[in-house]
C-alpha cells in the first residue's frame, strides 16, 4: 500500500489541471474542490493514472446560506485504503452537472436520483427518465430542496415509459408491484419468448418513504433509529455505517472493546441472513426440508440475538461512539455459534449433495463478471461473479484490521456461486466473531460524542450483509444534522438482475431473484 504522502503528490501532480483546494481532511482521506466541468476528466484520471472509481454522488442544497447548490463525489481505490472527495458548487439559479453515465453506468444512478430529488440539471445523461418519481409527483417538486413543500399527490394512472420489446412471438408478463408473498412493492415487466425471458425492466420506489429527509434537523444521536430502519434486516449494518460517519466527522475514538464488539454485532446479522438466504434459495428449487430447518435455525439465531441486545434485530447494538451493551455474563456466545453452524452444516450438505438442487442452481442465472464490474456490484453477488471486493478487508472498519479471515471468491456468477459464497461467510462469520471475542480488551463500551463541524462532510463505510453500505453526512450546527445521503448496496445490485435473468426461463425467475435478495426499502428509501 502506499503511503499517503505518495497518494497526496500523485494526486497534485497527476490531477492538477482538475482540482483545486486539495488538503487531507482526516486519516487517509482527501478533500478538494473539482474545477467547473471537469467532474468527467477527473473520473477518467482517477481511474488511469491511480485506479480509483467512483463510490458516491452527493447532492446539496446551500442556497440559503452559501448561495449555491454542491455535488460531492466520492472517490475510493479499490485496495489501497485512501478516498478523495470532491465537491462541485453550482449556482443557486441554474444548476447544472455534465453526466458521468456513459463513463460509468452507477453515476447514471446517482445523476437520476439527483434529478429527481434536487432538479439539478444533468447535461448529456444517457437515460433522463425518472428513478424516484412516479407519474403523479408536480414536475417542480424535488423533496430534498430545503424549501420543498409536500404537495397533494393525485395519481392520474399515468403508466411508467418502459422500453418495449417487439418481434413475432414475444409478450409481456407484468409481476407485481403487489405480490403473492409478504413482501415490499416493486414492479418487474418481463418479456418472453416462449418461456425464455429476453428482458427484464423493473420499477422500484412504490415505498419511498422520505428517509434522507427525516435525518435533516435531528441531533446526531437521533439518527441512530433511522438508520436501524433503512432496512429492516440490516439494523447493525446501517447504524454503523451512520454512526462511523458521526465519529469521522467529530474526530471520535472509540474504545477497542466497542470496536470488537461492533465486528460481533455485524457478523451476527451476517450470519442469521445467509443461513436463511440458503433456505429461501433451497424452498424456490422444491426442496422445502431444507427451508425448513434453515428457518429453524435462523430462530435459534434470532434469539441469541435477543440475548445479546435485547433486540432480536439488534437494535439498540450500536450506538454513537461505541455500543450500546456489552456481552451478558454467562453467555457462551462462541459455543453456541459454533453449534448452530455445525446444525447448519448438516442442512447445506444435505442440499447441495442432491443432485436436483445442484441442477436448479448450476448455470441459472448467471451474471458475468464484465456486467458485474460495469454495473458497481457490491457484496455476495459481485463475490459470486469473480470480483474481489469486501470492505472489511479492503478499508478496514472496527477491528477487522486485526483479525484473520478470508473474502470467499466464485467464478462462474450463477445462483449456485451465489449460494456457495453465503455458506462461506457464515463461516467466516463464526469465525471472526470468535477471533473478536478471543481478542477483546476490557474497557470502556463507548466515547461521548464530540461536537460536528458544521458543513464539514463525512461518511462512514461498512461491509453490510448484503455489501457496501455508505452513510454520508453533513451537519449545520454541532448538534444539529444538515444532510444525510445512504446508499445501500440494493441500489446497485437491482439492476443487473436484469442481466442474470437473460435466457433463463421463467420458472427461474424466483430462484434468480431470491439469489440476489435485494432490499426494496434500502433502494427506495
Known sequence: MREIAAVRQALEERLAGVLTELRLARGREFHAQVKAGDARRLAEALRRELGAELRL?????????????????????????????????????SPTIRSLGTFHHPASLFEREIIDQFGIVVAGHPDPRPLVRHAFWPPDYHPLRKDAV??????????????????????EIPVGPVHAGVIEPGHFRFSVVGETVIDMKSRLYFTHKGTEKLFEGRAPEAGVELAERVSGDTTIGHALAYCQALEAASATAVPDRARHLRVVLLELERLYNHVADFGMIANDTGFAVAHSHCFRIRERLLRLNKHVTGNRLLRGGIVPGGVGSDLPAGLDLRSDLEAALEDFEE???????????????????????????????????ARASGLDADVRRDHPFAAYGELDFKVPVFQTGDVEARTRVRVEEARESVRLIGQAIARMPQGPLRSPLGPLPPFEAAFGLVEGWRGAIIHWIMADAPDRLYRVKIMDPSFLNWRPLSYALLKNIVPDLPLCNKSFNQSYSGNDL
Open 347 to 381: 442442512i447445506v450438505a444435505l442440499a447441495l449433495d442432491n443432485t436436483l438442487v445442484r441442477d436448479r442452481l448450476e448455470g441459472t442465472g448467471r451474471l458475468t463478471t464484465r456486467t458485474a464490474r460495469d454495473h458497481g456490484v457490491l457484496g455476495y453477488v
Open 57 to 93: 454522488m452527493v447532492a446539496n442544497d446551500r442556497r440559503s446560506g452559501a448561495g449555491r447548490f454542491e455535488v460531492y463525489y466520492l472517490f475510493a481505490h479499490p485496495r489501497e485504503d485512501w478516498f478523495l472527495q470532491a465537491v462541485k458548487l453550482l449556482p443557486a439559479d
Open 150 to 171: 409536500l404537495p397533494d399527490f393525485h395519481d392520474d394512472g399515468s403508466p411508467f415509459p418502459f422500453t418495449e420489446v417487439g418481434g413475432e412471438g414475444v409478450y
